[in-house]
């Protein structure tokens, strides 16, 4: 099981020895041909590896309430993996996830399944192999020698993001392993959710449906939430047998995985199923109202596209069938006459009208104000928590933040918001910097379309500042949320009598040094650290960068065991914003953590008062 090869592996060669256990793999790959793709970046000349290769010689039982699962050992480094372990029952389309029923059957864990049902991404991992509906699975990391009977190792369960719409736990940047080996007392346990339209999408507009008839399918619009549940509970109930403390459980995600621990820290059911939570690039912001999914109208859009005229007609698709209605364009004669208003994030296909979590009193999952719930209610107030964000988020997306149409795109969405005339918006531009030409940025490059490529590049010479400029909207979708997220739970602890502590970081060092200088600290630059899987960066890894995951790592498995990351690390308040940085913006050669008071902070005062009315 290679589960580390990606798609720009154009060959391997196995070559095993005569014990029929050991031998050589040589890797033959042009990384290139994705990062060509992707981001227009040079060729790269192919690349080979050779490596010494064991198979695991011998399988790991372990019993559980649902079942005796066999799992692998790795003989070099002593970590036990048990992947795609049900947690659920196989998942009932648009319905609330059940937990499993007790059984003494003997399962194989060796290998991955199948992903979470989504739509084709080629950069996206997971979505590149199987998919199923049959998808509410995890991974367990732990180390050799674990003891049911003293289970004491602290457990850091991990949400992937990717939108609400990709990605997977098979994702090899998500491999705990070396988290595992680093740290053999603490168990590492990754899960799948349902995605796209099959975990949030609202159906009680369709024609067809019946309130009362179909009450059970009301919370289709957080089934991913209620699954990462399910796995929690599973986690409680059988973790022990791992060697893990059931009740020293850390929830930890990023992008799209830390929207989703924002909403776990709030959501009805949470209550007891973790002790610690990290955000990583993602809060509650990443929610959509009510009137955002009535707007959207995807369900409506899904059932016209599947050629289908009622919800029965829809339920009873195969997954192939909807997966193919998601993909059609927004401009087929099927969808004419459907109202419908673009995603945050634009898109030309059914698939781009995504929901997110639904923040909605009346369903009883997520509160429909989940900010100013943060500091009301009540399931948070005895977690510790610590929130982050990088310095360059959208940098990420600076390949797309241009071919789309204002009224679309993610640019687009900042110049109807800040270029309305108001006077307090055109002094933060003064005070920024940026003076009037961000508003002639804006205009250009969300109104031309499409750009070429090489064109969107080149703006860096027409506009000097082009990658700043991204920096207006990483505050305003990233770090601003995150600060106030923490200044809530900071209230929720104080006015509740809880006892959770508040940590905050800001991830500054780039990602990539010479293959793509521009992207800076983006989005999801602290992954391959906090995994321990600096080999997976886009130009390799190096001494600084295995330093800086020693570092990052390190300080995430403290907070995970312990509550406190570390000497470079202090409580966060309101007063003096206390924040651990990462790292330096620009600097590939700074691996360290300082701890400064209200860094940028000038931004944070200027921004902060502006965001939540963007939001409404």
């Known amino acids: 099981s290679f589960d580390s090869c990606q798609s720009y592996t154009n060959e391997i060669v196995v070559a095993v020895g005569p014990d029929g256990k050991s031998g050589t793999v040589t890797f033959i790959w042009d990384r290139g041909r994705y990062n060509r793709a992707v981001h227009g970046i040079p060729e790269t000349p192919v690349h080979h590896a050779v490596i010494e290769a064991r198979y695991p010689d011998e399988d790991v039982t372990v019993k559980c309430k649902n079942g005796r699962f066999v799992g692998l050992k790795n003989s070099v480094t002593g970590v036990c993996s048990f992947k795609s372990v049900p947690f659920a029952k196989p998942a009932r389309r648009w319905l609330p996830p059940e937990d499993p029923d007790p059984s003494d059957a003997v399962i194989s864990a060796r290998q991955f399944g199948p992903a979470a049902a989504q739509t084709y991404e080629p950069s996206e991992y997971a979505s590149r192999g199987p998919i199923s509906e049959d998808c509410l699975k995890l991974t ?35 491999d705990g392993a070396n988290i595992v080996m680093s740290n053999p007392d603490v168990i590492v346990v990754s899960c799948d959710y349902r995605l796209c339209a099959f975990g949030f999408l609202d159906l009680t507009e369709l024609p067809g449906f019946d309130p009362v008839e179909h009450a059970a ?95 029965g007609e829809l339920l009873e698709c195969n997954t192939d069938e909807l997966i193919n209605a998601l993909n059609v364009s927004l401009t087929d004669p099927r969808l004419a006459g459907i109202p419908h208003i673009a995603s945050r994030e634009g898109g030309s296909t059914v698939a781009d009208m995504n929901n997110r979590p639904m923040c909605d009193d009346a369903r009883g999952i997520v509160p429909s104000d989940p900010f100013a719930s943060f500091a009301t209610n009540a399931v948070a107030k005895d977690v510790d928590v610590m929130i982050g964000s990088t310095s360059e988020e959208l940098n990420y997306w600076a390949h797309l933040m241009f071919n789309v149409p204002h009224t679309n795109g993610p640019l687009g969405y900042y110049y109807d918001f800040l270029s309305n005339g108001v006077s307090r918006t055109q002094n933060i531009y003064t005070q920024l910097g940026y003076g009037s030409e961000v508003l002639e940025f804006l205009r250009d490059v969300s109104t031309t379309h499409p750009f070429d490529r090489d064109e969107r590049f080149n703006l860096g010479g027409r506009y000097p500042e082009i990658w700043g400029r991204t920096e207006l909207r990483s505050e305003l979708a990233f770090r601003i949320p995150s600060i106030i997220m923490a200044e809530q739970h900071l209230k929720q602890v104080e006015d509740l009598g809880g006892s959770g502590k508040t940590y905050m970081y800001y991830f500054c060092r780039p990602q990539a040094s010479g293959r793509m200088p521009w992207v800076g600290a983006c989005h999801a630059s602290e992954l391959t650290s906090v995994f321990k899987n600096t080999h997976l960066d886009v130009d390799g890894t190096n001494e600084v960068k295995k330093t800086l995951a020693e570092n990052v790592s390190g300080a995430f498995v403290a907070f995970a065991m312990t509550g406190n990351p570390g000497d470079d690390w202090a409580t966060y308040d309101a007063e003096e914003r206390k924040t651990t940085v990462i790292g330096k913006k620009g600097d590939y050669n700074d691996a360290k953590l300082r701890l400064q008071y209200d860094p940028d902070g000038a931004q944070r005062e200027l921004l902060e008062p502006d965001f939540l009315a963007y939001r409404k």
Not at 143 to 172: E, K, Q, T, W
Not at 241 to 269: H, R, W, Y
Not at 277 to 283: D, N, Q, R, W, Y
């Open 140 to 174: 367990v990391w732990t180390a050799d020698g674990f003891n049911p009977n003293n289970p004491d190792r602290a457990v850091m369960f991990f949400i992937h993001g990717g939108s609400y719409v990709l990605g997977g736990m098979c994702d090899p940047l998500y």
């Open 217 to 311: 399918y009301a919370q289709a619009p957080n089934l991913g939430i209620l699954d990462q549940q399910a796995g929690l509970r599973w986690v409680k109930d059988n973790i022990a047998s791992f060697g893990g403390n059931p009740d020293n459980v850390t929830i930890f995600g990023e992008s799209a995985g830390g929207g989703s621990v924002s909403c776990l820290l709030q959501a009805k059911g949470s209550e007891g199923l973790f002790k610690r939570a990290i955000v990583m690039s993602g809060t509650v912001d990443l929610t959509d109202s009510a009137a955002l999914y009535k707007g959207s109208n995807q369900a409506l859009l899904l059932m016209k596209a599947a050629d289908k005229n009622s919800f």
